[in-house]
């Protein structure tokens, strides 16, 4: 059973090694993570990463937020990996921005972590309450602050979260690197075309958060139909719709059998039928954050 185990971690492995994105500065980015928001810290979170790691993950995304970085580093501390093997994605907390704060935040990721290095580091919110009477200033002082870090290769590739086009241009009225990644809601039902297409001209890899509309297209009529029909689980139906978009997908679990299904998504290909048919759904779980009005 173990010798079992191990060949299909290593297949995992491999399979993941071989699908990445070339973002605009040169870095590859594993086009599948791990998500761990809303994963509770300590022990749930250190299992769940251990899981995926060991399923063949090897891109991990975090938050100063989520406030479980400690465990992320530590699952992949006791993974054995190098850490040059696994690509590790943190953001900025919306209390810190600016570009003292952003420095203090970045370096306290960074210990939590127990790293020297992340390979992508985000501001998460472009709006946050906090920063909300200047944060059009805030931003450029945060970026000033990851450009930094960036240059000094503490960052291996910065980007953003949550921003809206208004947000970006905003941003490159003073940045002189333009992010690498945009990193937003995106699902079957919600496609955030016009976003996507802006980002896209910019070279910015589209990462989609939530892409199992947080469960609740595990019970879609329209996927469960093409489930069937592919003899594939609704979560695979519903990745392989957006890697084929191609974006980067961050699906979260804490069980250990859904961490391996989420990965196995190299196996098949939907046709332009049931890609057409997903285009058409309607955004059934709710609309995405206005990051103007959000409370937080």
């Known amino acids: 059973m173990i010798f079992a185990s191990f060949v299909i971690s290593y297949e995992c492995a491999m399979i993941q090694d071989m699908n990445t994105l070339r973002m605009s500065n040169g870095v590859e980015i594993p086009q599948i993570g ?10 749930v979170t250190r299992q769940s ?27 992949i501390a006791d993974s054995g990996l190098d850490r040059s093997e696994i690509f590790i994605t943190t953001k900025l907390h919306n209390n ?39 944060w059009k200033e805030a931003n450029a002082g945060s970026w000033k602050a990851m450009e930094e870090f960036y240059r000094a290769g503490l960052i291996r590739s910065i980007g953003l979260s949550n921003f809206q086009r208004h947000h970006i241009e905003a941003l490159m009225q003073e940045a002189t690197v333009t992010p690498h990644v945009n990193q937003i809601r995106l699902f079957a039902g919600e496609r955030q075309e016009q976003l996507v297409a802006y980002c896209t001209s910019m070279n910015m890899v589209l990462e989609a958060y939530s892409p199992l509309g947080t469960g609740n297209l595990l019970s879609n009529p329209t996927i469960a139909l093409l489930a069937e029909r592919y003899h594939k689980s609704a979560a695979q139906i519903s990745l392989r719709y957006l890697l084929q978009k191609g974006f980067v997908v961050l699906p979260k679990s804490v069980r250990e059998t859904t961490i391996r299904e989420n990965l196995d998504v190299w196996g098949f290909e939907l046709d332009a039928e049931a890609m057409a048919l997903l285009d058409r759904m309607e955004n059934s779980v709710g609309l995405t954050r206005n990051p103007d009005e959000a409370p937080f």
């Open 96 to 134: 810190d921005h600016g570009y003292e704060l952003t420095r203090i935040g970045f370096e306290k990721s960074l210990k939590a972590l127990g790293v020297d290095y992340v390979d992508l580091y985000l501001i998460h919110w472009p709006n946050p309450i906090a920063h909300r009477h200047h």
């Open 49 to 75: 990463v251990a899981f995926a790691l060991e399923a063949g993950y090897r891109h991990i995304d975090t938050a100063a937020a989520y406030q479980n970085e400690a465990g992320v580093g530590q699952a």
């Open 34 to 43: 791990f998500g761990t928001w809303q994963i509770p810290s300590g022990i």
